[in-house]
């Protein structure tokens, strides 16, 4: 059989010359349409469940949120390990799923089942991003002499990472360091005795106070004009003014029972960059799946973008670690080690063969190869995809 091939080639030359040019050109093609990755994410489908409780100890939120969780999420399908990790205030619950599982399925039943968990009231369970350890493809920090963490974080928070999570393959943007900003109210306690209040008087006045309310419609002649309730908090003096009880015909406010003040919520964390403590760092995160290099180069647009025309003046986004010189690193190396063993190879031919052109003519079957194997991998890709 191979006899007859090699035959009917030396025969047809012709046509077999222009086969072997047809399927190099389909080679190529197929070969730029390829996406390559570096370092491909070969981890199982996992789902991560967090959930958050201020306040309670490590023993209630295992008792009331972990284990709960872990009951409703027992008959998730494809489910081969499952862990959890509980600390104060938060609970971490982490479903592996068989390999072959696809990502949203298995956030879809994890949802669903956890409409089945017993949590105590106010508690809410988030899933985790779709990403994973090795989705962290950009740092980056945001330096502003002058500005306080307080403005850096509220920049990073409504101006960078909303404009970042608009590029596609995005999954998250992660803030690290700064300090959240929050309205306190320092509270007197010998100020509530006096008026026989207590603190949660002032926690229902302020909630009731905070919201808009809608009045229907006022028609006129030849138009209507919307009718609404105004209450939202926009700053310390809406705040002040909150009426909390009436004493003797006269109101009392939260000013009168307390400080109200703009501060931070407590820090668990601190940025250090070098010798410098403070500030804020961000981390981008890959969604699974995606190809890190196109996230990347869209990912440095945005950045270019936003140093441009989005932040204020004297505030620049600085980039600490960028995956793109690890890729790019990553693909020469491999492409000279694969020039390097094709060298070699041609070499061991003519040693053996005692002729470059049959030396060369017999390595040219490896690059013939690889355009071939380039062609079914494409192949394959489209029909999964599709």
Known sequence: ??????RFALQQRFLTISLTIAMIAVGVYCFRQLKIEAYPDISDTQVVVITTSPGQAAEEVEQQITVP???ALNSVPNLIARRSRTIYGLSVVELTFSYDTNDYFARQVVLEKLRDADLPDGVTPQIAPLTTPIGEMYRFRLDGPGRTDLELRELEDWVVAPRLLQV???ADVVPFGGLVKQYQ???SPPSLSKYGLSIKNVVDAIQANNKNAGGSLLSTDQQSMVIRGVGRITSVHDIENIVLVAS?????LVRDVGTVRIGNAPQTGIFGWNEHSGGIEGIVLLRRGENMSDVLTNVNIAIEEINTSRLPEGVRLVATYDRTELVSNTLRTVSRTLLQGFTVVILVLMFFLG???AALLTALTIPLSLLFAFIYVLQR???KSS
Do not use: T
């Open 1 to 6: 059989m191979i006899g007859r091939l090699l």
């Open 69 to 71: 969780i872990e009951r």
């Open 168 to 170: 596609p393959g995005v």
């Open 185 to 187: 109210i320092e509270v």
């Open 248 to 252: 003797k015909g006269i109101p009392v």
């Open 355 to 357: 002729s470059p052109k």
């Open 381 to 383: 890709c489209a029909s």
